[in-house]
């Protein structure tokens, strides 16, 4: 690929990956009541304390990445987070068929996304982030 395009591609790649999660995240904070019953009908404790751990994750996790700040960690963090939360609440083989197809995609695509998320916290954020102006990246990609 031509190099003038890396920079600008992982730009956008970071950016879409964290919009999902600032999006969520922000839903998640905004409907505690909501999110903490969600969380309670996979069967995890304390649900009302996991909705705003989670809703802090994801909003400051997705932030964190759109701009390149600590990307690896937060990157490495909510990778194994969407794959916990793929396990625990997409459960395609335990579902009635008519509901197996869709809680299949959005397993996949959760893994899809974690895979994105640890390219980011392996490869880190880029030349065009905060991490890059702190010297925490290399200044080439």
């Given at each position: 690929?031509i190099?003038?395009?890396?920079?600008?591609?992982?730009?956008?790649?970071?950016?879409?990956?964290?919009?999902?999660?600032?999006?969520?995240?922000f839903?998640?904070?905004?409907?505690?009541?909501?999110?903490?019953?969600?969380?309670?009908?996979?069967?995890?404790?304390?649900a009302?304390?996991?909705a705003?751990?989670?809703g802090?994750?994801?909003?400051l996790?997705?932030?964190a990445?759109a701009?390149?700040?600590?990307?690896?960690?937060?990157a490495?963090?909510?990778?194994l987070?969407?794959?916990?939360?793929?396990?625990?609440?997409?459960?395609?083989?335990?579902?009635?068929?008519?509901?197996?197809?869709?809680?299949?995609?959005?397993?996949?695509?959760?893994?899809s996304?974690?895979?994105g998320l640890?390219?980011?916290?392996?490869?880190?954020?880029g030349?065009?982030?905060?991490?890059?102006?702190?010297?925490?990246?290399?200044?080439?990609?």
């Amino acid at each position: 690929m031509i190099d003038s395009f890396k920079t600008p591609l992982v730009i956008v790649g970071r950016v879409l990956l964290a919009l999902m999660f600032i999006y969520a995240g922000f839903g998640k904070l905004t409907n505690l009541e909501g999110t903490a019953g969600y969380i309670a009908s996979g069967g995890l404790p304390m649900a009302s304390v996991l909705a705003v751990v989670v809703g802090l994750l994801e909003l400051l996790g997705g932030l964190a990445i759109a701009v390149g700040l600590q990307a690896r960690w937060a990157a490495l963090a909510l990778g194994l987070f969407t794959l916990a939360a793929s396990v625990l609440f997409h459960k395609f083989w335990a579902v009635p068929a008519d509901q197996a197809f869709v809680q299949q995609l959005m397993f996949m695509k959760n893994l899809s996304v974690a895979g994105g998320l640890f390219i980011v916290a392996a490869l880190g954020a880029g030349p065009v982030s905060v991490d890059a102006r702190r010297g925490l990246v290399p200044a080439t990609a």
